[in-house]
Structure formats: structure tokens, C-alpha cells
């Protein structure tokens, strides 16, 4: 009889790609006094407002199953979200489900439109668990990186056209990016949506820091520009805007089939986002834009900060944020960027992500989460920068 401990585990394992970025975090979590600009999230805590909101939606009963798709208020919220801030109308029933974060709404996005041995664009750099879960579901992540001019990253639909082959069905982008900043204006989303319409591509826009945005109240959507038959899907989450990293709670809007099937595997995933969880989330749209206003200006004020910093060092070249709160520079000579993190952490005890984590263009950089307050930024930018320069 074969021993247990010799049953091997899937061998399509292998083709997933361990985070470069959580590689940085496990050795941060073994050391005091770290400074973490690695994680993109703030350090500001979840709103009251939003937290009395869980504990009334306790108090009231939410704790029993709901719909697949998400709590109707939530939806209905959502849905008023989306005609407010963009103009657009969507069916909160038809076009919009909740999930249990913005990973899982990837995640189920992915899965509605990816067979095995299919492939999936991806503008690079990105936040890599796009392209890990591409994987995850046996087909093939293909990075496109975007063309730089010295100042801000575009789309190379060149470069796109010659990566598209007969298995290419989806096309992946972010904005505002993780990590880069860049936000897409309305035209090179107009040139995106044309791109997937003429190549019969589903086109996946992770809009996750969408309120995030320092050039107006909020970031352009692609759902202003698309009609509801356009094969478009936005994926989207509560964690960013509103200090909710670990209440895990997003949603997914798109065309109806796809939400109606992607409704029906939330039911073998996760079956649905907790109850209670879904009317803070509920809360968070209907109370928070005081909250979210106050946000932005303080980030705007810590990436005027940090920018200034880095610019002061000759060997950086800092590309312009204008959304998330990132800051991705380059730095002249850095051949190994996970080396320099893990230099970086181990001397100086500063934590930041190696840019080749985020796929192909993300050599050279690393990325700073500017969300922290400047007890830790300034300390932290002073210590980075010193270690620039004598690296």
C-alpha cells in the first residue's frame, strides 16, 4: 500500500507564483520597529460610523444567509453609488453582485470568462494576483507592459496587438494602477474598450481605488463609456476608500449573464459575503463620503511629501501618481529589486515591495504604500533615501 505521505498535491500548483511582496512581509513580521510602506493599506482605522453599523446589523439579525448575489439594500446602494458619482444606470438585481472582497471578486470574474488553456492580457505592471489567478484556473497570463515617456506610463496598443493570439479571451487592467499611480483618462479608455470589441476580448478593469484620485472627486469609470451588452467587467472593493482592508467585502459589476452565473458560483466559493458585513458595507456608501473626502486630502498631502523626497535623490526617477497611494520610483543601476528590499529592510528597517513583484516594466522599482501617517513616512523616506544613495 502507498504511504499517505507520498500522495503528491496537484502538480498544476506549480504554475502559481508565491508573492514576491508577501516574501518582503514575512521577514518584516519577524523583526520590532520595522517602518511598513510594503502593504497597500492605511493605517487609519475603520470609520465609527461604519463599525456601529456592524454592531447594529448584529443586533438586528443579520447573522443568517442571504443571497447569493449580495443583500439587496447593498445592491440598491451600489447601484445609487454608480448614478451619482458616473452618471450610469444599473440594474442593482441584474448587474451588480457582492462578494467577500475585491480578491474574490477577481477571482469569480476570471472564472466566468477563462477556460483552461485560454489566455488573458495583462497591462504590467500590476498587482500580481490577477495574473495568479489566471493561473489558478489552468490558463496563461500574458504581461503587457506599459510604454513610459520619463513622466507618466500609457497603454502600448502596439505591444497589445502582437501579444494577442487565437486563445486570447480577457484583457486585464487597473486604474487607478497598483502599483504605478497612473489613472487612465477617458481616451485611452475609449482606445481600451475599442481594442476588446475588436478582438472579441472580455476587458476586466479593477477600479478598486477609484475614490483614491487627486485630479477630481473621483476616478473616470469604464462603465461611463461601455453599454450594458459590452463584454466589460469592473471588480471593485470597500477595503481602500474606507478603511475596511480586513472586512473583506467587494462587488462585481457587469453584463447580466455574467453576474447571474457568477451569482450562482458564489454559491461553491464563499456562498455569499457575511450578512452584517454587507450593511456596514451598505453604511459605508450611504454615510461615508465626509470620511472619504478627508482621506484624500490627507493622502494627497503625504504623496506631496513623500514625491518631494524622492525627487531630492538624484538616482530616483519618480513617474507621476494621480490615484491610489502608491509611489513606484525608479532607481538608476538597481538590477535586483527584491535584494535591494530585502537590503533595505534588514539595515534600515524599512519595509517597500520589489517592482519586479508586479510583473514585466517593474524592474528597476519598488513601491511605496504612502497610506501611513508621517510618524512613519518621514523617518521611513529619510532612511530610504539615505540607503539610495550609498547602495
Not at 33 to 47: A, C, D, M
Not at 220 to 232: F, G, H, N, Y
Not at 257 to 269: C, S
Request: glycine share 8%; aromatic share 10%; hydrophobic share 45%.
Amino acid at each position: 500500500m502507498q504511504p499517505l505521505s507520498s500522495i503528491p498535491l496537484a502538480a498544476s500548483l506549480d504554475r502559481i507564483t508565491p508573492s514576491r511582496i508577501r516574501e518582503v512581509a514575512d521577514v518584516a513580521f519577524g523583526m520590532e520597529g520595522v517602518l511598513k510602506l510594503h502593504f497597500g493599506e492605511s493605517n487609519l482605522p475603520t470609520p465609527q460610523f461604519i463599525k456601529d453599523a456592524l454592531g447594529r446589523a448584529v443586533a438586528e439579525g443579520y447573522t443568517y444567509y442571504s443571497e447569493n448575489g449580495g443583500l439587496p439594500g447593498l445592491r440598491a446602494a451600489l447601484a445609487q453609488h454608480y448614478a451619482a458619482h458616473h452618471g450610469v444606470a444599473l440594474d442593482p438585481a441584474a448587474e451588480i453582485m457582492v462578494t467577500a472582497s475585491g480578491v474574490q471578486a477577481l477571482n469569480v470574474a476570471i472564472r466566468c470568462t477563462l477556460n483552461p488553456g485560454d489566455e488573458a492580457l495583462v497591462l504590467t505592471p500590476n498587482w500580481p494576483n490577477g495574473g495568479e489567478i489566471v493561473k489558478l484556473y489552468g490558463a496563461t497570463p500574458v504581461d503587457v507592459p506599459y510604454a513610459y515617456d520619463g513622466v507618466r506610463f500609457r497603454p502600448n496598443f502596439d505591444v497589445l496587438a502582437a501579444a494577442l493570439t487565437p486563445r486570447t479571451k480577457l484583457l486585464i487592467y487597473t486604474s487607478p494602477s497598483n502599483p504605478l499611480g497612473w489613472v487612465a483618462t477617458v481616451a485611452e479608455q475609449q482606445a481600451l474598450l475599442d481594442f476588446a470589441r475588436q478582438h472579441g476580448l472580455w476587458l476586466l478593469a479593477d477600479e478598486v481605488y477609484e475614490r483614491l484620485y487627486y485630479e477630481g472627486p473621483i476616478a473616470p469609470s469604464i462603465l461611463r463609456l461601455c453599454t450594458r451588452d459590452d463584454a466589460v467587467i469592473v471588480v471593485q472593493s470597500f477595503s481602500k476608500a474606507y478603511c475596511m482592508t480586513g472586512w473583506r467585502l467587494g462587488w462585481v459589476v457587469s453584463r447580466r449573464d455574467l453576474v447571474r452565473k457568477a451569482a450562482q458560483l458564489n454559491e461553491f466559493i464563499v456562498s455569499h459575503a457575511p450578512s452584517m458585513i454587507q450593511r456596514a458595507g451598505e453604511a459605508a456608501l450611504i454615510q461615508g463620503e465626509d470620511a472619504v473626502a478627508a482621506l484624500v486630502e490627507q493622502l494627497h498631502e503625504r504623496m506631496a511629501y513623500c514625491a518631494g523626497a524622492l525627487r531630492s535623490v538624484a538616482r530616483i526617477s519618480l513617474p507621476k501618481a494621480e490615484g491610489a497611494f502608491y509611489l513606484f520610483p525608479r532607481v538608476m543601476g538597481l538590477d535586483d529589486p527584491m535584494a535591494f528590499a530585502l537590503a533595505l529592510l534588514r539595515e534600515q528597517k524599512v519595509a517597500v515591495a520589489p517592482g519586479n513583484a508586479f510583473g514585466a516594466g517593474g524592474e528597476g522599482s519598488v513601491r511605496l504604500c504612502f497610506a501611513s501617517d508621517f510618524s512613519v513616512l518621514e523617518p521611513a523616506l529619510e532612511r530610504f533615501c539615505r540607503f539610495v544613495e550609498q547602495y
